[in-house]
């Protein structure tokens, strides 16, 4: 079984940028499709990108064109860049994989959880 584990979270100024980790262990990452999610005080967990190992990816319109998800076979990690934050992109970030298909924007897709990282953008 895989366990995630996130890093790179924090405290950054709007227009600023971070790079979340979301690394596994336990078995290789290249069968999975994995994803991030995000969470802010009192509201849902919302999609924010995934990529499958075919390098297919997919965004949240509220990212696009601002975070980049990528992965690293040799290192099995997979990244997401976020430049140009927002302080409405204040929220707990949360990687998540699974092995099945299923559609990319659901919780209910993905069996594998990280613990998440916090990601503060002040104005």
């Known amino acids: 079984q895989v366990q995630l584990v996130e890093s790179g979270g924090g405290l950054v100024q709007a227009g600023g940028s971070l790079r979340l980790s979301c690394a596994a262990s336990g078995r290789t990452f290249s069968s999975y499709r994995v994803a991030w999610f995000r969470q802010a005080p009192g509201k849902e967990r919302e999609f924010v990108a995934r990529i499958s190992w075919g390098d297919d990816t997919y965004y949240a319109e509220s990212v696009k064109g601002r975070f980049t998800i990528s992965g690293d076979n040799a290192r099995n990690t997979v990244y997401l860049q976020m430049n140009s934050l927002k302080p409405e992109d204040t929220a707990v970030y949360s990687c998540?994989?699974?092995?099945?298909?299923?559609?990319?924007?659901?919780?209910?897709?993905?069996?594998?959880w990280g613990q998440g990282t916090q990601v503060t953008v002040s104005s």
């Open positions: 998540a994989a699974t092995q099945y298909t299923g559609s990319a924007y659901r919780t209910s897709t993905y069996n594998i």
